[in-house]
C-alpha cells in the first residue's frame, strides 16, 4: 500500500508545491484535486491542482515531470460535487466535469477517479433510483472504454440544515453499494473507502472492507470522534455536526490496528491517502502542514516505507 493526502488540505499550493511538501514530509502519492476553476461554498471543495480544461500532451509530460521529480505518485484525480442534484444546471456541470476527470485520469496514466454519487437529499433513496441509473450507466461507459476505476466516497454529505433530510450522496452504506453495483455490476466502478463516515452512522467500520474488498479502488484515512454525551442529548435524528467531529487519524473512534489488520487480509494493495478536515489544525499554514506531518508519522506504523 501507499501513503498519500488529499490535496483539497492546501488550496493555494500549486501542484508543484503539494509533490514537493509531500516529498518533504515522506508521502508516496496525493489525490489530486480536479474541480473547474472557481470558487465553491462548500469547504474542501472548489480546488484545482489540475486543470482538466487545459490538460494537454505537453501538461501531461510537464506533470509527469514534476512526479518524478518529487518521486511522488497521483493516487487518483479527485472531484466531489453532486451529480444527482433537483439543479439542472449543477447536475450538468458536474456529469460533465466527472468525465472530463476520468479522461484526465488516463490520459495521465492514473486509473483512478474518486467521486461522490450524488443525490437529491429531497427523495427517498427509491425515487432518486432511476435517476442514479441514468446518470451513472453511461459514465462508468465512459470509465470503462477510459480503462479507468472510478471509486465513490461512501460519506452521507449530510452534516447540517443544508443537507436535511436525505444528504446529498446516495451512497452511505453497504445495502445500498450492493444495489450499485448489481445494476451496474462494471469492475470499474467501486468505492473510495473511508471508515470515518460508518462509525457517525454507528455501524461496523470492518465488515465491508471484507464483504466488499474486490469493490476498493481506494481509501481515506480519516478519523472521527462521535461525542457520546452530546449523542445522548440530541439522539441520531439530529444532525450529524451536532454530535460528531472529524478528526486526524489516531485521534478519534477509529482502531487503525484493527482497520489495517483487515485491511491488510483483503488483499488491498493500493493508495490509502489522508484526508484532513481537522478544524483544529486548520488556524494557520504551519498547522496544515503539522496536520500531514502528524498524520504520517502515526500511519507509517502500518504503512512503512
Known amino acids: 500500500m501507499q501513503l498519500g493526502f488529499v490535496t483539497a488540505i492546501l488550496p493555494e499550493q500549486t501542484l508543484e508545491e503539494v509533490f514537493a511538501i509531500a516529498a518533504d514530509i515522506g508521502y508516496d502519492c496525493v489525490e489530486v484535486m480536479c474541480w473547474p476553476p472557481g470558487k465553491s461554498s462548500r469547504r474542501y471543495a472548489g480546488i484545482t491542482h489540475i486543470n482538466t480544461s487545459t490538460l494537454d500532451e505537453r501538461t501531461v509530460d510537464s506533470i509527469g515531470e514534476l512526479s518524478a521529480k518529487y518521486g511522488v505518485s497521483i493516487s487518483a484525480l479527485g472531484y466531489y460535487p453532486n451529480a444527482l442534484s433537483p439543479d439542472e444546471a449543477e447536475s450538468t456541470q458536474a456529469v460533465e466535469q466527472i468525465r472530463n476527470v476520468i479522461t484526465a485520469a488516463a490520459q495521465l496514466n492514473v486509473g483512478r477517479m474518486t467521486t ?72 470499474c466502478f467501486g468505492l473510495n473507502y473511508d471508515p470515518s463516515h460508518m462509525i457517525f452512522q454507528q455501524m461496523d467500520y470492518l465488515a465491508p472492507l471484507r464483504e466488499f474488498k474486490d469493490r476498493l479502488v481506494h481509501v481515506h484515512a480519516k478519523d472521527v470522534r462521535v461525542d457520546q454525551h452530546l449523542l445522548n442529548r440530541v439522539g441520531i435524528l439530529a444532525n450529524p455536526n451536532e454530535y460528531h467531529t472529524p478528526k486526524l487519524p489516531g485521534m478519534g473512534d477509529v482502531d487503525w490496528g484493527k482497520f489495517f489488520s483487515t485491511l491488510t487480509d483483503t488483499g488491498y494493495a493500493g493508495p490509502v491517502c489522508v484526508e484532513v478536515e481537522d478544524r483544529a489544525y486548520e488556524g494557520s499554514p504551519q498547522s496544515v502542514k503539522r496536520s500531514l506531518v502528524q498524520s504520517h508519522t502515526f500511519l507509517r506504523n502500518y504503512l512503512p516505507k
Not at 466516497?153 to 452534516?159: L, Q
Not at 447540517?160 to 451512497?171: H, M, V
Request: with cysteine.
Open 116 to 187: 461522490f454519487v450524488g443525490r437529491d437529499w429531497t427523495k427517498n433513496v427509491d425515487d432518486n433510483w432511476p435517476r442514479f441509473l441514468e446518470t451513472w450507466k453511461p459514465i462508468i461507459d465512459h470509465a470503462e472504454a477510459s480503462d479507468v476505476r472510478v471509486g465513490i466516497e461512501n460519506c452521507p454529505m449530510f452534516f447540517t440544515n443544508d443537507e436535511w433530510p436525505g444528504g446529498k450522496n446516495l451512497a452511505h452504506s453497504p445495502a445500498i453499494w450492493q444495489r450499485m453495483f448489481d445494476d451496474i455490476p462494471s469492475q
